[in-house]
């Protein structure tokens, strides 16, 4: 299959350019996660190179300003990894939230909600039991 893609890639000049900038922000990449502390790793993603000029996109400000606070050193750091930048911008590109798939509410059967007032008629009365019967009696 990579062979197919890579045969597509190089299909026309606008697919290669495109393929090679993205491989090159894969390796940056990976090469920013090594320069920074890992508590910032999950917390922002190479955006691009341009003119030596490494674009950052961090997930909150105060990850952003982390970043900016550390530039000179991650400058540093990253020509001795070998990456000609002189200098890092650091951009706030906030995520939408990754929300959890909620399950639509189960509903009881007949039988259960049978099960449960003939258990919560046995209790004594307590929260438990009132519970219990909300429970129950819920739609």
């Known amino acids: ?10 299909a026309s000049r606008e697919l290669s350019l495109l393929s ?43 990850i952003a300003a982390k970043l900016r606070q550390m530039t000179p050193e991650l400058v540093v750091q990253l020509h001795e990894m070998g990456v000609e930048v002189t ?19 189960r ?3 007949i039988l259960e909600k049978s099960l449960i007032t003939d258990f919560a008629d046995q209790l004594t009365e307590s929260p438990l039991k009132e519970a219990l019967n909300r429970l129950a009696h819920r739609d």
């Open 87 to 105: 200098s890092i911008q650091v951009l706030v590109q906030v995520s939408a939230p990754h929300l959890p798939h909620e399950e639509p509410a």
């Open 1 to 10: 299959m990579p062979d197919r893609l890579n045969t597509f890639f190089s």
């Open 20 to 62: 090679k900038k993205a491989n090159q922000i894969i390796a940056l990449q990976k090469i920013w996660e090594q320069a920074i502390p890992p508590s910032l790793r999950r917390g922002c993603h190479v955006a691009y190179l341009n003119q030596k000029t490494l674009t950052i996109e961090a997930n909150n400000g105060a």
């Open 107 to 109: 509903t009881l059967s």
